[in-house]
């Protein structure tokens, strides 16, 4: 594309494209308002952000008054810890459609600023929340049969690896055998680092070509906001939902116990500031909310451009948004 001709203006998407778009989120609120879930709004701005130090945030100043001197704002990640709020204030089932900003570089299935639909279910599980997740993308894919593996299974069907037991050195020899290395900004010495490198460059590639795939139960290391279930092995109850190889769901039984998630916090920020990354405030109203009486409840991110590519058959996310980041 010519970033610099005289069709600059133009949207990437076609009408057809526009239209389906359309379609699309008029089917969602029709599915959640036949199951009375009440539909949300939350800030895109808050004077905190996720502390998770595998996202980039867009920072940006709010100058007004009651604004504290040099206090910076953040675009949000996700809406989730303001519908969290309006989770122990007694709101009930909630979804919200709404913008969402990583400060990553744009690709095929990414662009800077995309749009998100999350929703939270009080009285489900994580795998309650899959029954409706599947409902949903059914109804707009037209698909049946969708398949769910734990993510120990995975592994040990793709990769003949146990991704709670296999050791470090093991997991590594694995990445090399298939040529791929961990880049330098990570650690050698993490286990989470050579799990995510093995599922994004050898796992994720292969999932859902046939029907969409649910896998669940991840390790407690790489689910900050999700429930512990204790087993034979700890796992974290969350899931994630790929289709074609895409990533298109990510979902947790969600995390209620205030002390617990502070703890999760600090230990992001000590590992944003042990990898040199900006330092990001925690979000002190959400552990307050959390405080003062959190739902037992299941909630999910879904990412409404990469839906949307699969129902009209698009190659790149620019083909399905008006304006993406090098046209906005």
């Known amino acids: ?44 701005i808050s004077a905190a952000a996720s502390t998770d130090p595998h996202l980039s945030i867009f920072e940006t100043n709010y100058l007004g008054p009651g604004s504290p001197q040099g206090r910076n704002h953040y675009l949000t990640t996700s ?43 009080p009285g489900f599980d994580h795998q309650c929340l899959m029954d409706e997740v599947e409902a949903l993308v059914e109804s707009v894919l037209d698909i049946k049969h969708f398949d769910r593996l734990s993510y120990q299974a995975l592994f040990k069907h793709h990769l003949d690896i146990n991704p709670f037991s296999n050791s470090i050195d093991s997991l590594r020899h694995c990445a090399d055998a298939h040529g791929i290395e961990l ?16 599922m994004t460059h ?35 109850e969350r899931f994630e939902l790929y289709y074609k190889g895409v990533e298109l769901a990510n979902g947790f039984h969600e995390l209620a116990d205030a002390d617990e998630q502070k ?33 037992d409840c299941a909630g999910v991110a879904l990412g409404i451009d990469r839906l949307l590519m699969l129902i009209t058959k698009s190659n790149h ?11 906005a």
Not at 9 to 15: I, Y
Not at 80 to 101: D, N
Not at 188 to 193: L, Q, W
Not at 282 to 291: E, F, G, K, P
């Open 317 to 327: 996310i620019n083909d399905i948004i008006s304006f993406p980041i090098l046209r």
């Open 263 to 295: 703890q999760r916090f600090l230990v992001d920020i000590k590992n944003r500031k042990e990898r040199g990354l900006v330092s990001i405030p925690m979000d002190d109203n959400l552990i307050s909310a959390l405080h003062a009486g959190f739902p």
């Open 183 to 198: 880049t330098s900004e990570l650690s050698h010495n993490d286990r989470d680092s050579w799990l995510t490198l093995l």
């Open 1 to 44: 594309m010519d970033e610099n001709s005289e069709t600059h203006w133009h949207p990437t998407a076609n009408l057809s494209a526009l239209q389906a778009r359309a379609q699309l989120l008029s089917n969602i609120r029709s599915f959640f308002s036949q199951r009375n879930v009440m539909e949300v709004e939350t800030p895109l």
């Open 202 to 236: 050898l796992i994720e590639p292969k999932l859902g070509q046939k029907k969409p795939i649910f896998v669940y139960d991840y390790p407690v290391s790489q689910a900050m906001l999700a429930r512990v279930r204790n087993d034979e092995i700890a796992v974290a």
């Open 79 to 121: 809406p989730e810890f303001a519908m969290k709020r309006l989770l122990s204030s007694g709101s009930g089932a909630i979804y919200q459609i709404c913008k969402a900003f990583r400060n990553e570089e744009s690709g095929q299935y990414h662009n800077p600023e995309f749009t998100l639909l999350e929703w939270y279910r």
